[in-house]
């Protein structure tokens, strides 16, 4: 037995506000002007019928009041709240029925009724109000500390050895060995069924997976065209005559980075392609250009309203309400906003610490940019024309930024007329799936850039059909450590890490004025350990929404405090899908590029987590929590002259 992953043994049951009853409309809150259902709990449209409940339905336990049976309002999923009354479940408001129910009296409404989750008994339905569930699985090290073992051995081999591929794939074989007990063919089966080909070919994240992987490729192959072509050789001419100084190429960097916020993983690979040849002229180091991505990408997304992490973020909040959430919650992303002035600060000030500051000096007295072997080396001796234009090289980038944006709208339904996001961006896009719209956008942008190099007369076809294989060379070690990658997560996850973790952060909700810091660290350490910023969000996001009331000062600081979190783990952990990304954009070895930016990012998150600490005693006094962000401020910028003043030393 294990406690309830449901309501980790509080034995309450876990819907919002429950007393028992059903909780008012989302949309309206009950005060009769639902924009669906204009107060009659069924949806408006000539398509409604009155329809016979399914006694059968495990949605509504067979009294018809969910969207399984009925078209009825879907913000309210057949409530009736939105008038401010309950569809009574026995006449259904039908007016032949109702003349005689005795339940609504005949009025076609209830003022309450039963709790859709638990149907009025208040305690949890998933444990019976026992706290303890079966574990879904017979290992001994289920739901315990042990669970986080696997990705630690990962990280700490990567980390020792400087092999990224063998130590991913001895903590995935740990993970599979603890998950059965160190059954060998139990082992080996969980390994490659359920996490290696699962996570390409298995009915939960094998579509989206594959999805990126196409999307790396293809972004690969423009990548490869790009230099072919002599885009890339241009812009760098183009550069070296407008571009005069390392600060200029460093914050250059730092505004394409920045503009370019859509999505992480394209942000990397685009803002690598394009300012690596900017970079080398001005003898920047790939860790240090790696560094600059990384720190543009997930940081930047995280605080963009219109980005693929908006939309998860929406689609993580559980009361209808997570857009307005996430915008809310921007100006609290401690991490996120100190990343930023820290990267601007480091390049402005000219300051670097630790293994970072080794790499610089290799660049600029050596003009040695990786210090040590370039494991990209056959990726960059691609031949060039020199007949290049700075436009062969932005055509491709402004095409590949408009086909994914209208890539991300596509996929969240913005031309169908049936969908509520028609013609709604904000709608179409909280509800986009970012592998598809990244795939169909990147697909489209390749063929238009192939178009347009035909009509310069760049390239001929053949010699653009020879780059794509070679743009696909190019990504395969991004893509093997991602597989590897998304492999360990699996095994984390069915060891019930997450279920562990999301335990710890309900334990703490006594100590409010510590909760923020809590947060933070807790969400630091799962995406650490897991490396995914994402599933971090769809474990925390939840679990303060529980803990916390809306009207509840800290509330918005903490689910901002579980983005701050997920981000800076993501960002120190070596097996997070957007490192492997920002490595592969500056086409740096991994391995230096997270050894050189976990002090950066150890130092902002120690900050960070300094100043949710005053945020949570702000909160809990009265005080406006903002002033958090100042204080924040003011305490990065001061620990960047202290360390402007020992490295003149």
Same mark, same amino acid.
């Given at each position: 037995?294990?406690?309830?992953?449901?309501?980790?043994?509080?034995?309450?049951?876990?819907?919002?506000? !429950?007393?028992?009853? +059903?909780?008012? $409309?989302?949309? =309206? %809150? &009950? @005060? *009769?002007? #639902?924009?669906?259902?204009?107060?009659?709990?069924?949806?408006?449209?000539?398509?409604?019928?009155?329809?016979?409940?399914?006694?059968?339905?495990?949605?509504?336990?067979?009294?018809?009041? !969910?969207?399984?049976? +009925?078209?009825? $309002?879907?913000? =309210? %999923? &057949? @409530? *009736?709240? #939105?008038?401010?009354?309950?569809?009574?479940?026995?006449?259904?408001?039908?007016?032949?029925?109702?003349?005689?129910?005795?339940?609504?009296?005949?009025?076609?409404?209830?003022?309450?009724?039963?709790?859709?989750?638990?149907?009025?008994?208040?305690? =949890?339905?998933?444990?019976?109000?026992?706290?303890?569930?079966?574990?879904?699985?017979?290992?001994?090290?289920?739901?315990?500390?042990?669970?986080?073992?696997?990705?630690?051995?990962?990280?700490?081999?990567?980390?020792?050895?400087?092999?990224?591929?063998?130590?991913?794939?001895?903590?995935?074989?740990?993970?599979?060995?603890?998950?059965?007990?160190?059954?060998?063919?139990?082992?080996?089966?969980?390994?490659?069924?359920?996490?290696?080909?699962?996570?390409?070919?298995?009915?939960?994240?094998?579509?989206?997976?594959?999805?990126?992987?196409?999307?790396?490729?293809?972004?690969?192959?423009?990548?490869?065209?790009?230099?072919?072509?002599?885009?890339?050789?241009?812009?760098?001419?183009?550069?070296?005559?407008?571009?005069?100084?390392?600060?200029?190429?460093?914050?250059?960097?730092?505004?394409?980075?920045?503009?370019?916020?859509?999505?992480?993983?394209?942000?990397?690979?685009?803002?690598?392609?394009?300012?690596?040849?900017?970079?080398?002229?001005?003898?920047?180091?790939?860790?240090?250009?790696?560094?600059?991505?990384?720190?543009?990408?997930?940081?930047?997304?995280?605080?963009?309203?219109?980005?693929?992490?908006?939309?998860?973020?929406?689609?993580?909040?559980?009361?209808?309400?997570?857009?307005?959430?996430?915008?809310?919650?921007?100006?609290?992303?401690?991490?996120?906003?100190?990343?930023?002035?820290?990267?601007?600060?480091?390049?402005?000030?000219?300051?670097?610490?630790?293994?970072?500051?080794?790499?610089?000096?290799?660049?600029?007295?050596?003009?040695?940019?990786?210090?040590?072997?370039?494991?990209?080396?056959?990726?960059?001796?691609?031949?060039?024309?020199?007949?290049?234009?700075?436009?062969?090289?932005?055509?491709?980038?402004?095409?590949?930024?408009?086909?994914?944006?209208?890539?991300?709208?596509?996929?969240?339904?913005?031309?169908?007329?049936?969908?509520?996001?028609?013609?709604?961006?904000?709608?179409?896009?909280?509800?986009?799936?970012?592998?598809?719209?990244?795939?169909?956008?990147?697909?489209?942008?390749?063929?238009?850039?192939?178009?347009?190099?035909?009509?310069?007369?760049?390239?001929?076809?053949?010699?653009?059909?020879?780059?794509?294989?070679?743009?696909?060379?190019?990504?395969?070690?991004?893509?093997?450590?991602?597989?590897?990658?998304?492999?360990?997560?699996?095994?984390?996850?069915?060891?019930?890490?997450?279920?562990?973790?999301?335990?710890?952060?309900?334990?703490?909700?006594?100590?409010?004025?510590?909760?923020?810091?809590?947060?933070?660290?807790?969400?630091?350490?799962?995406?650490?350990?897991?490396?995914?910023?994402?599933?971090?969000?769809?474990?925390?996001?939840?679990?303060?929404?529980?803990?916390?009331?809306?009207?509840?000062?800290?509330?918005?600081?903490?689910?901002?405090?579980?983005?701050?979190?997920?981000?800076?783990?993501?960002?120190?952990?070596?097996?997070?899908?957007?490192?492997?990304?920002?490595?592969?954009?500056?086409?740096?070895?991994?391995?230096?590029?997270?050894?050189?930016?976990?002090?950066?990012?150890?130092?902002?998150?120690?900050?960070?987590?300094?100043?949710?600490?005053?945020?949570?005693?702000?909160?809990?006094?009265?005080?406006?929590?903002?002033?958090?962000?100042?204080?924040?401020?003011?305490?990065?910028?001061?620990?960047?002259?202290?360390?402007?003043?020992?490295?003149?030393?």
């Amino acid at each position: 037995m294990v406690p309830c992953t449901e309501c980790y043994g509080d034995t309450h049951c876990p819907a919002a506000g !429950c007393q028992g009853e +059903a909780a008012p $409309c989302t949309l =309206c %809150e &009950g @005060s *009769g002007t #639902c924009a669906d259902c204009q107060g009659t709990g069924f949806a408006v449209s000539e398509s409604t019928t009155i329809y016979t409940p399914n006694p059968d339905c495990e949605d509504c336990s067979g009294i018809g009041l !969910c969207k399984t049976c +009925a078209p009825l $309002c879907e913000s =309210c %999923e &057949g @409530s *009736g709240i #939105c008038s401010g009354k309950i569809l009574c479940p026995d006449c259904l408001n039908d007016e032949t029925a109702k003349k005689t129910c005795d339940s609504c009296e005949m009025s076609g409404f209830l003022d309450t009724t039963d709790c859709t989750t638990c149907h009025g008994d208040r305690i =949890c339905p998933t444990c019976e109000g026992s706290g303890e569930i079966e574990s879904p699985c017979d290992s001994k090290f289920f739901f315990s500390p042990w669970a986080l073992l696997p990705a630690v051995i990962a990280i700490v081999l990567a980390l020792i050895t400087k092999e990224v591929y063998s130590s991913l794939f001895i903590g995935i074989l740990a993970g599979g060995l603890m998950y059965a007990n160190f059954n060998l063919v139990g082992a080996w089966n969980h390994v490659f069924n359920d996490g290696i080909i699962a996570s390409l070919a298995g009915p939960d994240d094998g579509a989206y997976n594959t999805g990126i992987l196409v999307f790396l490729v293809i972004l690969g192959a423009m990548v490869c065209l790009m230099n072919r072509a002599g885009g890339s050789a241009a812009f760098g001419r183009w550069a070296e005559k407008h571009i005069k100084s390392r600060v200029g190429a460093q914050l250059a960097s730092i505004l394409l980075g920045c503009l370019i916020f859509i999505d992480d993983y394209f942000n990397c690979l685009t803002v690598g392609s394009v300012m690596r040849p900017v970079a080398d002229k001005h003898k920047i180091s790939r860790a240090k250009l790696s560094y600059i991505i990384d720190a543009t990408a997930a940081p930047v997304c995280i605080i963009a309203p219109i980005s693929s992490w908006a939309a998860a973020v929406s689609g993580f909040a559980e009361d209808g309400q997570g857009f307005n959430l996430f915008l809310r919650a921007i100006p609290y992303n401690f991490y996120a906003l100190l990343t930023i002035v820290m990267m601007l600060g480091l390049v402005i000030m000219k300051v670097d610490f630790g293994p970072m500051a080794k790499h610089e000096r290799n660049a600029m007295d050596n003009g040695d940019l990786f210090s040590g072997a370039n494991e990209y080396a056959n990726a960059e001796g691609e031949a060039a024309s020199d007949k290049g234009i700075v436009m062969d090289l932005l055509f491709p980038v402004i095409s590949l930024i408009i086909c994914c944006v209208i890539g991300m709208i596509y996929s969240g339904h913005f031309f169908d007329a049936t969908s509520d996001s028609y013609r709604s961006f904000q709608v179409a896009f909280s509800e986009s799936d970012a592998s598809v719209g990244l795939m169909l956008g990147s697909a489209v942008a390749l063929i238009i850039t192939m178009v347009y190099y035909m009509i310069r007369r760049s390239m001929k076809f053949k010699d653009m059909m020879g780059a794509i294989p070679e743009g696909f060379k190019a990504m395969v070690p991004a893509i093997l450590i991602l597989i590897f990658a998304w492999t360990l997560k699996t095994m984390t996850d069915s060891l019930g890490a997450k279920y562990f973790v999301a335990a710890l952060v309900k334990s703490a909700s006594g100590i409010q004025f510590l909760l923020p810091l809590i947060v933070f660290a807790v969400g630091c350490v799962l995406a650490f350990a897991t490396g995914t910023s994402w599933g971090t969000f769809g474990i925390l996001i939840p679990i303060v929404q529980s803990a916390l009331p809306a009207d509840n000062a800290l509330m918005i600081v903490c689910i901002s405090a579980c983005m701050a979190g997920a981000v800076c783990g993501d960002h120190c952990s070596p097996i997070s899908d957007t490192t492997i990304m920002a490595s592969a954009g500056a086409q740096c070895n991994h391995v230096n590029h997270v050894s050189t930016q976990l002090p950066y990012a150890i130092s902002c998150a120690v900050i960070s987590g300094i100043t949710y600490l005053i945020a949570g005693v702000l909160g809990m006094v009265g005080a406006p929590t903002i002033i958090a962000l100042p204080v924040g401020i003011v305490l990065m910028l001061g620990f960047l002259l202290i360390m402007k003043r020992d490295q003149k030393k």
